[in-house]
């Protein structure tokens, strides 16, 4: 069976450690995964609550449509339901908008580095990525509109970017959305929104029915801490969500998703503790790094990117025996560097511990 070129060039993703794995390699009874940007708080105890009464039917095939949680999505928002479309996670619209605007011969934007699956569902619909690197952690939208040519067709703005955390201001994106032709489609991939605390960030949503060419994406994987079940959504145009709908599979989320993520979004109660809680933990960590002399880029996620004197792959294998789970940059396209999600309080703590006796020697050697 001969399938498309361009696959032999390419690699099934490789997710980080799974705790199991770890507990058996190392033979350790406890492990923290610090590695996925998932919510370390859970998820919403009505959710828990809900679930015996949502594992049932499960013949029968769930609304395509999702038709509760559109409504109630598109309430929240203030959109109209037919501007919606939804995914296995946001990652899948990622894919139904490669599908329905890619081909060969186009060429699609992204930042170097950033969320692979851009580039990997890029390729393999034949495009062409041009990738522009980033700036201190930040889009450099200036030279991604500048490789903007008559074959572009998407450009894709992880903010806050992963896996820098860094955000697009709203004077930012406002610059780049009035300078990016019309035909070409912006896709601002907002998978941390609930975790920014800044004053100038942009509400792209809104901004919709100004630029016709902006697509939005959120996910119910992160703050809200339902990564397992696996739903997110983009909001676009009536007009470009209708082609992405009509690319989307009929049954792409199930019953028990789209449920939960409708409670999910009336606790709202749970998601401001977690996010508070993340928004402390981060502050007190970065105080520590200040403190031990790391480097780090600016974060307006659940993560933390930290600059070392020495691989990530090092300080990675050092963590995994000692229980905890992290990131390397090498993995990411970003080598010398860790991305580290924030949790419990005394997890990072413990972590700090081990942060510190490992790393303190070797800044010293290389301040001296």
């Not at 963590?319 to 390397?328: A, D, E, H, V």
Request: hydrophobic share 35%.
């Amino acid at each position: 069976m001969k399938a498309k070129k361009v696959l032999k060039q390419m690699k099934p993703y490789k997710p980080g450690k799974q705790i199991e794995e770890v507990k058996k390699e190392y033979n350790l009874n406890r492990i923290i995964k610090l590695a996925s940007n998932e919510n370390p708080f859970g998820y919403s105890d009505e959710v828990k609550k809900a679930l015996p009464a949502l594992t049932t039917q499960f013949e029968l095939y769930p609304d395509g449509y999702a038709a509760e949680l559109r409504e109630q999505l598109a309430k929240k928002h203030s959109i109209a339901k037919d501007q919606l479309v939804f995914g296995c996670g946001s990652d899948e619209v990622v894919d139904i908008i490669c599908r329905t605007f890619l081909e060969p011969g186009t060429n699609t934007i992204i930042a170097k580095p950033t969320f692979p699956q851009y580039k990997h569902n890029a390729l393999i619909q034949g495009a062409t990525v041009k990738e522009i690197p980033l700036e201190n952690g930040y889009h450099n939208l200036e030279a991604m509109l500048e490789a903007i040519d008559a074959d572009t067709k998407v450009v894709w703005l992880c903010t806050p970017n992963n896996p820098t955390g860094c955000l697009i201001s709203n004077e930012s994106l406002a610059y780049f959305m009035n300078n990016c032709p019309d035909n070409v489609l912006v896709v601002v991939d907002e998978a941390y929104y609930e975790y920014v605390t800044v004053s100038d960030a942009p509400e792209t949503i809104q901004s919709i029915s100004q630029y016709t060419n902006l697509v939005t994406l959120r996910t119910f994987s992160k703050a809200y801490g339902l990564a397992g079940l696996r739903v997110g959504y983009g909001v676009a145009s009536e007009d470009i969500a209708n082609l992405l709908n009509i690319t989307r599979g009929p049954f792409n989320t199930t019953t028990i998703a789209q449920q939960a993520a409708m409670i999910a979004l009336e606790d709202t109660h749970f998601l401001q503790n977690s996010v508070n809680k993340t928004v402390e933990n981060k502050q007190l960590f970065l105080t520590f790094l200040d403190e031990l002399g790391l480097k780090y880029y600016d974060s307006e996620a659940n993560f933390v990117f930290v600059k070392l004197p020495i691989t990530g792959d090092k300080l990675f294998e050092h963590l995994l025996t000692k229980g905890f789970i992290i990131r390397s940059g090498e993995a990411l396209g970003h080598p010398k560097g860790v991305r580290i999600t924030i949790g419990h309080q005394q997890d990072m703590k413990e972590l700090q511990d081990l942060l510190h006796d490992y790393l303190r020697p070797l800044i010293e050697k290389d301040q001296s």
